[in-house]
């Protein structure tokens, strides 16, 4: 007998929710100001374009709109690389692909730790079965460019790979050092941009960066869900020349590419409305030009850099090493002692602005404040600094 | 010097873009009646539950949302499987995420192989390093249970996965007897339920299936990107006992749990207004119960094959093993003659209706016609119908 002829025996589950999920509406949700380490507020127009009826994946319409996101992520990524995706997951399958599409079990790789995303690095890539060397440095400072490229000339690794802008630490590292000590040991080179990406602009060709990948809910301000990443011509014909399968099926390039390379044959079903977003979300960065957005980023952190000191917050990362749309401050002692996540709570319940709090050994030390995308703008700023000199007052 | 500090060298880029975005824009898509298989057409009231605002992936607020769609996933799958959660990918990935953790290097698995997502299990397996018994059958006929006991018996495996609903043949597996083969020789059972969930009343428990998934562009009717999934504590136990990391860090359930199993730990950033869509699907499903559902997906089936007879349309499955959302027909010899791509193409032009072809050896010789969630409507069905008379008369 068929499975689907068996009575279902959900009905007293069913049953038992009526009521309970009226209670709950999205539509009810109380709005946010999304301060934190993403995601970030998503603009009307962009809401407004992801709610668009649903076309086909491999509708002319939708592989159109497909081009044009490909092609607007490839300057904002600063790569002519063809191979420029929206990978269907979010940024962390981002750095998955990045490592098990290079990596083979058994080779070397060395991995950048200054934070809990360097970490996150070394924990794919040993699942790929390499064998990691990691440099690490002191939560908010930078990866010491020479340390990197002892442990590269010592190792000789197959890749090497390192986090652009440290989310748990606010630190920027320095891209271009590392990535040519690395290209001259002839090692592949992967840059976590999930935190820079629409936020700085980035230059992969020329740093020679040969695998990338970001995330849409930070400086992109779309919603959560896909990975935007790129491939070099270099690092394709690393997978070309693969002794062992990857292991991923679903992210294993040579298969995606079926699909996002051009030919569009059929490999899983794309996130259809996530890619109507992020090509809203890409336009609007197009329009507004990469310029005057660093800039904009780079204004709102000062802002607010400089309108918390008089409260006592005061930056953990050195100016030159600063990330303009995560800002990392060290707490004042007194928001230490009432508890600072309680205060993060009232700033959630009473202001509906949410705020970031540290990770690993930063936890209770600092907050990571988000001014990213759409919400990196003086008026969220002020918004954050009255909050909180009312509360602390 | 930091990475951040380099110029740009992407305006030329932008530049080059400039007035070429404007071209395609997603208000400007032209809707489709989605009659392939899958995605389905969203309803108009998720599409506005996915454009809500964004609030944050540990906002109070949305871990209730997610604790509801956890409790309406449930009785949708049949299961009290506490570990009932939306995976932040598509039905691809969640059939990944079965395999490669409950799957070590080495343990055998036996895979029913009735079409191409049989096959894809086949190869997501091989890549977790299991060794791989194939049985197979004919396309457009369901798997022999008893071929799948002795190929069960004959190799002892760890895992018994096979496909609910074989989406590219229309055909309805034998899910209780297999299961109940598979149990007697102590192997866990994986179903994929992509195409089923939430067209045919499915009782997991009562089958013995230890993990499942499906997708959300199909019968639930959403936008494609999640991958509704659940674990038995038989399976869970098993991933505790595994001697090797699971090779995705991504989909590693041990770590997922950690969010999505009650503690609310940060792991990826879930995708928020994916989820929120999903939500809203769930709760019309909730409110139109699914034995009405069935009915309407088995209604619809009936009449789309009695209204294309005439034209010399064939079903490719037997009347008892075919499925009533996804619908596989012969094609007449007077459309292969003119070519059934073109016929899909004229169809798709000029009516904005979307059917599938055939897939792998059924590629020319049939049409995949899916009548799935909000799209199980006889007025679809004679859209379908209708637009057909007209262009072959």
Not at 111 to 124: E, I, L, Q, S
Not at 201 to 219: E, F, H, M, R, V
Not at 220 to 228: A, D, F, M, Q, R
Not at 241 to 269: I, K
Request: proline share 7%; aromatic share 4%; glycine share 10%.
């Amino acid at each position: 007998m068929d499975g689907y002829r068996t009575k279902p025996r959900s009905s007293e589950h069913f049953d038992g929710l009526r009521g309970y999920h009226r209670g709950i509406m999205a539509a009810a949700l109380k709005p946010r100001l999304l301060l934190g380490p993403g995601p970030s507020n998503v603009h009307p127009r962009v809401l407004e374009a992801m709610a668009q009826p649903l076309v086909g994946h491999l509708d002319p319409q939708f592989l159109e709109l497909l081009d044009e996101v490909q092609a607007l992520l490839r300057p904002l990524f600063g790569t002519e690389n063809p191979m420029t995706l929206p990978l269907s997951a979010t940024g962390s399958a981002g750095m998955e692909a990045c490592l098990v599409n290079l990596l083979e079990p058994g080779d070397a790789v060395v991995v950048g730790v200054a934070g809990v995303f360097g970490n996150r690095m070394c924990d794919v890539a040993q699942r790929a079965g390499a064998r990691v060397t990691r440099v690490e440095t002191e939560p908010g400072t930078p990866l010491d460019a020479s340390a990197m490229g002892d442990a590269i000339d010592r190792t000789q690794p197959r890749v090497v790979a390192f986090v652009h802008a440290e989310t748990s630490t606010g630190v920027c590292q320095p891209v271009e050092e590392i990535a040519e000590r690395a290209r001259r040991a002839g090692a592949l080179v992967v840059l976590d941009c999930v935190t820079s990406l629409g936020g700085l602009p980035l230059n992969l060709d020329a740093w020679g960066i040969d695998a990338a990948y970001s995330g849409t809910q930070k400086c992109l301000s779309c919603p959560p869900g896909l990975s935007p990443a790129t491939f070099s011509p270099r690092a394709l014909a690393r997978v070309a020349e693969r002794e062992t399968p990857v292991q991923s099926w679903y992210l294993d390039l040579a298969l995606l590419g079926n699909y996002f390379g051009g030919n569009r044959v059929y490999h899983h079903t794309a996130p259809i409305s996530a890619i109507y977003a992020l090509a809203e979300g890409l336009r609007r960065i197009h329009d507004e030009g990469m310029e005057l957005r660093e800039q904009r980023h780079r204004q709102a952190a000062d802002a607010l850099i400089e309108g918390l000191a008089p409260m006592g917050f005061r930056p953990l990362v050195e100016n030159d090493h600063r990330l303009p749309m995560l800002t990392t401050l060290r707490l004042p002692e007194a928001i230490i002692e009432r508890g600072e996540a309680s205060l993060r709570t009232t700033l959630l319940e009473r202001y509906s602005i949410e705020v970031g709090g540290g990770l690993g050994d930063l936890a209770g030390q600092i907050w990571r404040i988000g001014l990213m995308g759409e919400n990196a703008r003086l008026i969220h700023v002020e918004a954050l600094i009255n909050a909180l000199r009312h509360e602390l007052q």
